[in-house]
């Protein structure tokens, strides 16, 4: 499912212009977006959260050539389902 896809099936679910609908999944994840980057968590009771991580400076190597690369610490973005979801799909 693509972001049309998304718009379309929540304007149709909600009762709403197709307009209001991607203005509203616009607005959230926009609003999302925001508390990731300054680190904050987001919990959605019955979905899940996301939450932003770590990683600490590693080793890699390049498959082509067998060359060791330093992959340097960065931050990413981790989402874990809620118990809800989990039920419903593991």
Do not use: H, Y
């Amino acid at each position: 499912m693509n972001k049309l896809d998304l718009v379309k099936t929540l304007a149709q679910s909600a009762n709403i212009s197709k307009a209001d609908a991607e203005r509203g999944l616009v607005s959230l994840l926009e609003t999302m977006k925001d508390a990731i980057e300054v680190g904050e968590r987001i919990n959605l009771v019955g979905f899940g959260s996301f939450s932003v991580i770590d990683r600490a400076p590693r080793v890699g190597r390049n498959p082509k050539t067998g060359e060791q690369v330093k992959i340097p610490p960065r931050r990413s973005v981790k989402f874990c389902p809620g118990q809800a979801l989990k039920q419903k799909f593991f």
